[in-house]
T-cell receptor
Framework: NAGVTQTPKFQVLKTGQSMTLQCAQD?????MSWYRQDPGMGLRLIHY???????DQGEVPNGYNVSRSTTEDFPLRLLSAAPSQTSVYFC?????????????FGQGTRLTVV | GENVEQHPSTLSVQEGDSAVIKCTYS??????FPWYKQELGKRPQLIID?????GEKKDQRIAVTLNKTAKHFSLHITETQPEDSAVYFC???????????FGKGTKLTVNP
């Protein structure tokens, strides 16, 4: 099993550009989520999904879109990049068994918006 | 929505000492409380978790305690070693929404 795979690992964008961060898992996990990690701010939840076709907003959803057309994939779209979106982004997935369980994280994407 | 507060933000201990990190949560419906360790430049990884029907859980040198009445839970690391140096995150999740919310992290430094 590859686990949770994120691409790309690094990305530089110009202000106003759009892009999609890819996330795929091969563990048949129902729950998938996106976090951003900034110094001193911990891991802040952007969007999450409890299954194909179901998504919901987290703490910091503005400027980001997600969709969940399959169990395996959960892409994060930046509509119009801003310098405030410079961050490290992590995708995570987990089983749901009467509640959440261990979350497995991807290796992260370091995004810089100039 | 759920809010998780974590203290302290930094913690420095001598090798062999114990370390304690505390978290409080706001939603009384939260029922799953994991702890993650993140080494520099790496992804977070689960080290221990506890559910609301249990008051304490141990795994070798680490333990987690949960006080549902006070809505706080703590991570205890005994006999600390330099390889325990990392950032530790607590989190809470509410059954039904499954949203997993993290604290801001504690940077633990174990000095040899």
């Amino acid at each position: 099993n590859a686990g949770v795979t994120q691409t790309p690992k690094f990305q530089v964008l110009k202000t106003g550009q759009s892009m999609t961060l890819q996330c795929a898992q091969d563990m048949n996990h129902e729950y998938m989520s996106w976090y951003r990690q900034d110094p001193g701010m911990g891991l802040r939840l952007i969007h999450y999904s409890v299954g194909a076709g179901i998504t919901d907003q987290g703490e910091v959803p503005n400027g980001y879109n997600v969709s969940r057309s399959t169990t395996e994939d959960f892409p994060l779209r930046l509509l119009s990049a801003a310098p405030s979106q410079t961050s490290v982004y992590f995708c995570a997935s987990s089983y749901l068994m009467g509640g959440n369980t261990e979350a497995f994280f991807g290796q992260g994407t370091r995004l810089t918006v100039v | 929505g759920e809010n998780v507060e974590q203290h302290p933000s930094t913690l420095s201990v001598q090798e062999g000492d114990s370390a304690v990190i505390k978290c409080t949560y706001s939603d009384s419906a939260s029922n799953y409380f994991p702890w993650y360790k993140q080494e520099l430049g790496k992804r977070p990884q689960l080290i221990i978790d506890i559910r609301s029907n249990v008051g304490e859980k141990k795994d070798q040198r680490i333990a987690v305690t949960l006080n549902k009445t006070a809505k706080h839970f703590s991570l205890h690391i005994t006999e600390t070693q330099p390889e325990d140096s990392a950032v530790y995150f607590c989190a809470a999740s509410v059954s039904g929404s499954e949203k997993l919310v993290f604290g801001k992290g504690t940077k633990l430094t174990v000095n040899p």
